[in-house]
Every structure is written in C-alpha cells, then in structure tokens.
C-alpha cells in the first residue's frame, strides 16, 4: 500500500496560493477557514522562501494521541483523517500539532470551538465513499476517485507534491541533483521521522 | 506580524506556525498576516459583515457536486492574466460543480496560481452584476435589457447629432475574446469613430510601439515554453512570480537544468527576485541609463555579436554615439548602480547564451516608456540575442486575452491587425465587410479647423489617431478647442474595464461626472459605477465571463485557445456579441455590420455565432498572419493538447489532426487555413523555413536611409530561394522574379479584383491586400517570407528621441539632473495636449521634492488582477488580501514613526491626492521608495464608497487606489501614462 505524503520544494513555491484556493473550490471551505496556507520567511529580504503547509498527515500523528474523543484514524494510505461526529471542539489536537493544522468554525475561549475542520488529503472521512455526506462534512474524495489531492495537481511551479512518499522523495531527489542545491523536504523529519538525503 | 489578533483567532494557527518556524531563520511575517480570520471570530470587520452569512450558508445551499454521477467536462481558458492556463470545468444539469486540473495543456499542464483555481467562482457569482440598471435620481433601478438597450441607443444619437461620433468614447477589453475584440473595433468603425481603447494602452502600448518600430511586429518574440533553453534571463520591471505564475514553472525548470544565470532588475525585491541568482536595484526610471550601461562595456569590450549586427541590423554607428556617453560613472551618478554590477550583468547577458530579457509594466508604464522598450531591444540585437530558440524578448502582456484585443484592433491608431488608419487600410477592411468605403466615410465626423489646426474631411478624420483611454477624462473636462475633434468627449461606453487602473482618478472622477452618458457593461460595476457622484444617464449591463461564450483567445506566445462555454450565461448576464448586436440595431446599422456572419438564436436575442466573426478575421487578417487559425483547427489543438512537446510547443509530424503544427497557431500562421501552416513559434528566426514557422526580422521603415540598405546582407531563412535581403511580396514583385505564373486561376482573379482592372494597381496588390492568400502561398513555396527580410533598427527616425535618451521622471527624486535630464518639450499628441515638460519645470521650481521626498511606484499582487473588481469580489481570493497597502521601507517608517500595519496617509503631489492606507513595512522597497498594489478600490482619499455600489455587488474587499495619488506624464508615442515613478509623502494616520 503505498503511503500518500505532502512534499513542498521551496526552491519553486512563489507563494502564488494556487494552493490555497484550489483547496477553497475543491471542497467548498467556508470564509476563514484555511485547511492549507503558505507561509513567507525572510519576507522581502534575501534568503525569501515560501512553504505551503497543511496537516503533513504525520506518522505516529500527535493529534491522535492527544485526541481525548478518539476520533483521529489513519487509512491504509497512510492519511490522518478524523470523525467530525466524534470530535467535541476540545482544540487539543491543534496545541499537539506541530503544523497548526486544524482550524474550528468557532472562536471562543471558553466551551467548544465546533467541529474541527483540516486538510482531508482530498479523501474524505468516515462516511461512505463519494456520498453527498461526506461532502457535506469533509469535502471532496478525490483518492476515491483515483486522483490526487487538487492542490499539488494545481500547484503553479510543481513546487508542492503529493503521492506515494517514496515516489515524490525521488522526483525531489532528482530536482536536486539536477539543480544542485535544495533546502530540504520541509517537514519531514517532524512529520515521518525521515529526510530526504541528496547527494547533489 | 501585523494582525494581533492571534489569541482569539478561531484557528489560532499563529502561535504554532511561528514556532514552527522559529528554526528557519524567520524575521518577520510575510504581507499574508494581513490575513484576517474567521468573520465568526473576529465579528465586526468591514469585510465579512458586508459577507452577511451568505457565504456560511452557501457550501450547504448550492447544489453540491454529486461525485456518485457523471459530469461533463468542458474546457475553457483562465480569463486573467496572460499565460493562457487551460481550465476543465465539470458540469452537472448545467452548473459548473468542479474544476480539474488540465494537465494535457502544453502551457500549464494542469497548474494554476491563486486566481485559475478560483475560477469557478466568477460563475457563482455572489457579488456579479446580476440585471441591467440604471441610476434614477441618484439611486440605481433594475430595468428590463430592453429599456437599456433603447435608453442608451436614444442617448448615443441624441449625443452624435449634438457633438459628433468622435464624442462618444468606446472603452473596450483584454477581457474581449478575440471574436469580441473584433466586433467591437468593427462597431466602433461602423459607429464612426477611431476612439476606440482597451487596457493595452496601460500595459504594453509602448512594447508594441517600441517593438513593432524595431523589428516589425509589437509582440512576444518566442514563449513562455521556450524560456526552458535560455541561459541568461533579465527581468526588468517584471514580476512574473505574481504577475504572470504559472509561466514560473518553465522559468525555474529552465533555470534548474540550464543552471541558468538569472537577474531582476527591479526596484523592488520581489517575489521573482526571491528566485534570481541576483537581485540588481535600480532607481524607478532609468532603465535606459542602465542598459545604455551595460551596452557600453558591450562595446568597450567587444562582446557585441558582429556578424549578427551586420547581416541584420541597421543603426548601431549613430546608436552607439548616445550609448557611449554612458560610462561607468554616469551610470552610477544617474542609477546608482557600481560599474563592477553593470559589468558583471552585461558580460553575462552577452557572453553566456542564448539569453532572453523579460519586461512588463515595470519597463512600459513611463513617460519614456516606447524608448525604454528600444533600449531593451537595442541590449539583444548587440548581443545577437533575437530570432532563436532560448533567446529573445519576452515580453509578458497582462491580461488573458490582451494580446488578441491588440491584434484585434482595439487601439485609436490601428484597425485589425495592425494595418493602421490609411485609406489602403480602411479600403482593405471595408473590402472584408462587404460595405462601400463611402458608406464607413460617411459614419465619421468632419472636424473644424481649431486654434490653427487645420480642418479635417469625414475622409481624412478616418486616417487621425484617437484619444487615448489614458485621457479620455482631460478630453471630457478640457475645452472642447483643446481636443482635436468636434467637440470633447460627452459618453463612455465601457466594455469590461476598470477606471482605478488610470493615474489622475481625480481628475477621471470629474470627467465621469462632466459626461451626458455612461454605460458600464462588464460582470461587475467596476470604478466606473462608484467613483463618480451621477444621478442619472448611467447604466449597468450585466455581461458574462469568458467562460459563459464561447470564443478564442490570444496567450502572450501569440497561441490563439478556443474557449467552449462552460455553462449558460448566469443570472440575467449575456455575451458581449449578442450586446453589441443589440446596440447596434438600435444605433441603426446591425444590417450592414452584421451581414457577413452567421447569426443563430442566443439567449435574449439573435447573435453572430464566434466561430462566423472568428472566419471574417481569417479573411482578413494577411498583414499578422491571423488567416491560418480557423475555428476548426483551434478546436483539433484543443482536443489533441496532449499531443504538444513542452518545450518546442510542436506537435508530432505523423499526427492526423495537428501534425507538425505549433501549439496554438501562434501568428504570423500564413495563408488560407487550407495551407496548413503551422504557425510561428519564434519571430525572425532564420534556422528554420518559413513554412515550418521561420522567419527574418521584417523590412517596414523603407528601403534604403541615407543610402545605406535596410534589406538584411547574407541572412535569409533557410531554404529561401532568394539569398538576399528583399522587400515586401507585392504583385509586382511576383511579376518581376517571374512567380506570377504559379497563381492560380481563381487567387489571380481575386487579385486582380482588388486592384480594380488596372495594371498599376494590380501591381501594387500586396500580400497584406491579397485575399486570396496567393500571394503569401507562393512566396512561401519559395521559401520566402511575405512580409520581406529587412534589417532590424537601432535607430527609429520617425519616432521622438530616435535614439531613447535617458529623460527623469516628471516628479523626479533627482531635481538636479532634470536639467540635464529633462522630459521631452510640450507638445499635441493623439487629439490632446501634452504639457509634462511645463510640469516637470514647475516641480523643480516649487520643490516639490522637499514635500514630496518619496518615490512611489506600483505593481501587481498574485491575488488580484488589473482593477482587481473581478478578483476583489470572489471570496477565496479576497480572503487572502483584506486590506490596501503601501510598502514602506524600515529606515524612512522607523524615521516617521509608523509601525508595521498601523494606518497611513500617503500624499500626491497633485490635486490634494492622499489615500488612507495601512503600511506593510518592509526592506522589499529601498530607503526612499514606496510601493503600492494597484487592484484596489472603493475607497477615495478617506472615503468609503461601499454604498455607492448597487446592493449586492460590492466587492468583498474594498480599498484606496494608487492611482488616486498617481500623477501627470504621458508617452509621446503612445499616451502611456507614468505609473511606476512618480513622488509622495507618507505620514502617520490618527
């Protein structure tokens, strides 16, 4: 089975946010909800690069173990996904992640936040495949489909990749020895206790 | 960061995404922290109340997309910039309910920027024009496309029998598809009027002036593909990464397996520079300098490519003795810039090829703007750098169809095609729509001899250049004895067009109020709608976006893409052909105008269908090669996508339906459609036949200048019988090399039709007046080029400034180089004064520099695009730019007090200009310079328009506009404002 991963080069990301919005169209995510976003170090001064980050759907996901609802489960793809009926609004698991990826419907410092809403890796939850319930709750299900999460298939500069780990870890591999320099799959040791070694 | 709003944001992503950052090196947050979150969190803001919940209950309300059902897929183009991105809808019971990448365009394969993946918004369109309105008594009223079409129409002849044809102004679009671009330039001709613009006038009128006086034609010489062989890049005054994004994907690929040296040259240290291998800062305005500068150590070194510049280039002799003046020295006393960094950029640019220079607006939006373009052009024809593969001026046009409006005519000085305003040109096109010359005549005013201009016939008033759009307000408000026409201007008919894209927006706000009629037909009410202060004789129409007709569009590589219609047109919107049709019949002339195309039943009335206006320019269109691309081979292009290398943009020989062909058709794709020429990749390339897409750089400017030749010497393209320079292919040129004879019968008699009978004018029957194509056909079958082989020119005599010369700004940093450095003398230009020398000359006598100590300078965000109404209105989009801003560099706001995201008044030096905006401070600009975005409005200096707005279709995101503080300056040739130098000051706001 192979296992889905996020990998963003941030030798190409120009934080054109193709992402971003991709993300919006695909599933439909309401105003202020942001299940991807890019983020901009250096702004503005030498050394400027841009990441677009999401939940990385972590091995051992620390959302999981903080979770005090269980409602987290990892698919045989290696996707994190959670069970919108299940969660309670806690926010534990946006404290646990190192990504700051889940997002809640609801401000408040006190009771729930709602229902806890983030990247689904383009497959969905719980309910049944490609049925009108789980878009209504999750989104799109583009695995089911046998495509890939929208916002890598419509990334401007092929920076942001998603797929099979092992199949984008050699794509970059590749970009890198061609190019001669790269500043690393970001991410990934936090996420899949791994990095990607290059021998430019 | 400049929101602090982090410990109640709902998503509170803040705190952890900064964490997670701290290990790589962050200083400060990016201009995205603007980003505001949830309207439930942050209750209150301006922006998401005016959402009122709508968008919450929307994901609920519209039909979701039932992925258990098969939807269809149709396949259209992005509608914004111009890279040309394919976009695949997914229809189901004919609502657009998902976008798929379109990874078998050769051009994007499958990639988007922030805008093509929002597309499918424009088509839900919560805030569109949704009906026709009209202002009563101050307050906008639906009315019924009927009584609009009749008002306005009544209003339009009431204003022409008064004032003339030349009174009313039509505003066309980049939006236009090709087929509209074209109908309009034919409206506005059948109207009786060379008053006829688009937002080429603001973007590139000055490359295609620039380019056109250089080389021949006034276009992107290779593409965005081809930019994978460069070596050497320059960008000056482009910003592709948000500009032009998805064209960074051939960019930094090439820059990856080239290893490919890459420079920006820009004021700012933009998105694109990010990426450069090095980032070079000029001083806004003086690119001429700069490159005059690196010319010269060219030449002090010897690294100009001889043997190109004497086969086939005229004029560097005379060219050089500006070009010398510019030694290191004074290229660092006027730029700033050292010797050891012009150098390194010049010896690379020529020595490490092929290399190619990349400009936008950046280069274009100047006073000086036509003789900046020169001077690029100069720095490749030196280094031989035009007219191969990897090479060339890359020129990035703007909107998505802007090249094709420009092609198409939408310009005061060209009908289609760039046959210009001769009486040839008007027979030419009056021959195409099968009506006399003598009735077109009869449409157009003659003017009166005014303040000693000499009075003009119907006749001779068809040959005079228009208004620019740039000024169309100064001829609504100056004396009507200023404008050189009957009378000033008295009605705007705005076809899909911003009014905050135009410096002086004062001044075009009391133009909007001084005018009779104003009509603002587009998806949105746009500038036009909210700026002024009318109460009445002014309308709404609602038109659909591209994706509601169907029609062809031109990328900036010249590839035409036939566009299907997605879905219906939404709400009570319709195209923009059945509009016009529908104007026309009520202006009286839909009979003659509409005679030569196919019309079927639209959506509330008959129109032309795209595919019959698309064939009338085919017939028509000799002179740029536009004869090729019929309907049904841009349609085989678009279902055979796949088929296109990514780099060459070829297809495959053995093809059935595309073989050999060039994606797109890009023009000149010579002759009749039958011919099967398979368009032209990259202009004046001699290594290639013309009939597979070769070249030569074309012979426009004579034959011969002080008895030197312009013909090239010892360069034609490969498998050219004649090996030699020549002129344009004529008939008489024909008889002469004894090709006649392979006319057929039927092109022969077409030919001598044209030249009415008579020898003398048989002979003269060029290949541009040719509508046989028999001319073109042989000239090819012998493997020459239409259009000639001439030399290249460094020096354009018929032009101000024939060598550019470095001219300050009007509102200049540097008062003590004006008079050394001054802005040409006043002058008439395009029916209008021009008096930037007297204002220069006032500016450096009252100081406005003490009070106006910064420059300002503007640009584009990835976000948004051109007036930005469009983009400002669909929430994904605006959620990631809530608010106007003005980059301010860290010394001068640590100078002013001004903390990063505080508010700031930003002051122009004319008409008491000051905009209310919040200060992104930054080390992106120098000390000095400040910049701001030019998508926004709905704010004007202070005020808040929101209401002013029809309800409902104000946009998302409102704000102040540069070219509120933008200021006076115009390019001779063109009418180019100046919108990337000019003064301001900045100040803390209360």
């Known amino acids: 089975m192979a296992r889905m991963k996020f990998l963003c080069d941030a030798d190409r990301c120009i934080e054109c946010n193709a992402c971003v919005t991709a993300c919006k169209n695909e599933h439909e995510v309401p105003w202020g909800i942001n299940r991807r976003r890019v983020v901009t170090i250096n702004d503005g001064l030498p050394g400027e690069r841009s990441v677009s980050m999401a939940c990385m759907h972590c091995t051992d996901a620390p959302c999981a173990q903080v979770c005090p609802v269980n409602c987290f489960y990892t698919t045989n793809d290696g996707v994190v996904l959670h069970n919108k009926d299940t969660c309670i609004g806690c926010g534990y698991c946006f404290y646990a992640c190192p990504f700051g990826a889940p997002q809640y419907p609801k401000a408040s410092n006190f009771g729930s936040r709602g229902k806890m809403d983030k990247c689904t890796y383009c497959s969905g939850g719980p309910e049944e495949d490609l049925s009108i319930a789980e878009y209504e709750k999750y989104g799109a299900n583009r695995l089911a489909e046998g495509k890939l999460p929208l916002c890598a298939e419509m990334c401007s500069t092929k920076s942001l990749l998603a797929g099979d780990g092992d199949i984008i870890a050699e794509i970059y591999r590749e970009r890198v020895v061609t190019r001669g320099y790269g500043s690393g799959a970001w991410g990934w040791k936090t996420a899949y206790g791994e990095t990607i070694n290059v021998s430019a | 960061m400049l929101i602090k709003r982090k410990n109640i944001q709902a998503s509170g992503t803040g705190g952890a995404l900064a964490q997670s950052f701290l290990g790589m090196g962050q200083r400060r947050l990016d201009r995205r922290s603007f980003l505001r979150r949830s309207g439930v969190a942050v209750g209150g803001l301006a922006a998401v109340s005016s959402l009122s919940g709508g968008l919450f209950q929307r994901a609920e309300a519209a039909t979701p997309h039932n992925h258990a059902a098969p939807a269809e897929r149709r396949k259209n183009m992005c509608t914004h910039c111009s890279v040309g991105c394919s976009v695949i809808a997914e229809v189901q019971n004919g609502v657009w309910v998902g976008q798929e990448p379109a990874f078998e365009s050769p051009i994007n394969r499958g990639s988007h920027c922030a805008k093509g993946a929002s597309s499918r918004e424009l088509v839900h369109g919560d805030r569109r024009l949704k009906y026709p309105m009209k202002k009563v008594g101050g307050d906008w009223v639906r009315i019924t496309w009927e009584q609009a079409i009749d008002e306005i129409g009544a209003k339009m002849l009431e204003i022409r029998e008064k004032s003339g044809a030349d009174s009313v102004y039509m505003l066309g679009s980049a939006k236009f598809t090709n087929e509209a671009s074209y109908l309009f330039r034919k409206f506005s001709a059948f109207w009786g009027t060379n008053n006829v613009d688009h937002q080429a006038r603001i973007c590139h009128s000055t490359t295609v002036a620039g380019v056109a006086n250089t080389w021949g034609y006034g276009a992107q010489t290779n593409s965005y593909n081809d930019i994978r062989n460069a070596k050497t890049l320059i960008f000056m005054g482009s910003n592709a990464a948000e500009a032009h994004p998805v064209a960074m994907q051939h960019i930094l690929s090439g820059k990856e397996t080239q290893r490919a040296n890459v420079f920006v040259l820009d004021p700012r240290m933009t998105r694109t520079a990010a990426h450069a291998t090095e980032f070079v800062r000029i001083r806004p305005g003086t690119d001429i300098a700069v490159i005059w500068g690196m010319l010269w150590h060219i030449f002090e070194n010897g690294w100009e490519d001889k043997d190109f510049i004497r086969k086939r280039v005229y004029g560097f002799d005379e060219a050089k003795a500006e070009i010398m003046k510019w030694n290191p020295a004074e290229v660092e006393r006027v730029t700033g810039l050292t010797e050891e960094v012009v150098k390194r950029v010049a010896q690379t640019f020529a020595t490490v090829k092929p290399a190619t220079f990349i400009w936008c607006m950046g280069g274009t939006q100047h006073t000086v703007g036509t003789a900046n373009v020169r001077a690029y052009c100069t720095l490749l024809l030196a280094t031989g750098n035009v007219g191969d593969i990897g090479m060339g001026a890359n020129i990035f046009r703007g909107h998505t169809n802007v090249q094709g409006a420009t092609d198409m005519g939408l310009d005061v000085g060209n009908l289609p095609c760039y046959y210009g305003l001769a009486p040839a040109a008007w027979a030419h096109w009056c021959r195409v729509w099968d009506v006399p010359f003598s009735y077109i005549e009869s449409r157009f005013d003659d003017v009166p001899a005014k303040q000693g201009r000499e009075a003009r016939t119907r006749a001779q008033n068809m040959e005079v250049s228009g208004i620019p759009s740039t000024r169309w307000f100064d001829a609504a408000l100056l004396d009507a004895d200023d404008v050189d026409q009957q009378d000033g201007i008295k009605a705007m008919v705005v076809f899909g067009h911003g009014a905050n894209t135009i410096p002086r927006m004062k001044a075009a706000q009391n133009g909007m109020n001084a005018l009779d009629l104003l009509v603002v037909a587009d998806p949105h009410p746009t500038t036009f709608a909210a700026l002024h202060t009318r109460t009445d004789n002014t309308y709404l129409l609602p038109i659909c976006t591209n994706f509601e007709c169907h029609g062809s569009r031109t990328a900036s590589n010249r ?120 368009g032209t990749h990259v202009l004046y390339n001699t290594n290639v036949p013309v009939a597979e897409g070769g070249g030569a750089f074309r012979p426009r400017f004579g034959l011969e200048r002080e008895g030197v030749s312009l013909l090239a010497e010892d360069s034609w393209p490969v498998g050219s019988d004649i090996e030699d320079g020549y002129p344009e292919f004529t008939m008489a040129l024909l008889q002469k090399l004894g090709w006649d004879s392979e006319l057929t019968a039927e092109e022969r008699a077409v030919i001598e039709k044209i030249g009415g009978g008579d020898p003398e004018k048989i002979a003269k029957v060029s290949w541009t007046l040719d509508l046989s194509g028999g001319i073109q056909r042989v000239a090819i079958a012998h493997g020459c080029v239409p259009f000639g082989n001439g030399k290249a020119r460094v020096i354009a005599w018929n032009l101000p400034d024939p060598v550019p010369v470095h001219r300050e700004p009007i509102y200049t940093p540097r008062p003590d180089l004006v008079a050394e450095y001054p802005t040409r003398e006043d002058g008439r230009q395009l029916r209008m004064p021009n008096i930037g020398h007297t204002i220069q000359a006032r500016a450096v006598e009252q100081k406005l520099f003490d009070q106006f100590p910064t420059v300002l300078t503007s640009g584009r965000l990835v976000e948004f695009e051109g007036g930005g109404e469009e983009t400002r209105s669909n929430p994904w989009l605006a959620e990631l730019q809530q608010d106007m801003f003005c980059e301010v560099n860290t010394k001068d706001a640590a100078a002013k007090g001004i903390k990063d995201g505080a508010w700031i008044w930003v002051y122009g030096p004319e008409e008491n200009a000051k905009v209310r905006v919040k200060a992104l401070v930054t080390d992106r600009v120098a000390p000095g310079v400040a910049f701001m975005p030019f998508h926004f409005a709905g704010w004007f200096m202070g005020e808040d328009q929101r209401g002013k707005y029809p309800q409902g279709t104000d946009p998302v995101v409102l704000g102040e506009s540069v070219n509120a503080v933008t200021t006076y300056g115009y390019d001779p040739v063109t009418g180019m404002h100046e919108g990337k130098a000019t003064l301001c000051r900045i100040e803390a706001a209360a």
């Open chain 2, 559 to 678: 590839s035409l893409q036939w566009g299907e219609k997605v879905v219906e047109p939404i709400f009570e919107s319709d195209n923009d052909y059945a509009v016009i049709y529908r104007l026309s019949q009520r202006l009286g002339f839909a009979d003659e105008m509409f005679k030569t195309f196919e019309m079927v039943d639209g959506k509330f009335s008959k129109e032309p269908t795209a595919e019959s206006i698309l064939r009338e320019v085919n017939r028509g269109g000799w002179s740029t090669g536009y004869t090729g691309q019929s309907p049904e081979r841009l349609k085989a292009h678009m279902r055979n996508q796949d088929k296109f290398d990514i780099i060459t943009l070829r297809a495959p020989k053995d093809d059935p339906e595309v073989g050999g062909d060039y994606y797109g058709l890009p023009w000149p794709c010579w002759g009749t459609p039958e011919m099967k020429h398979p």
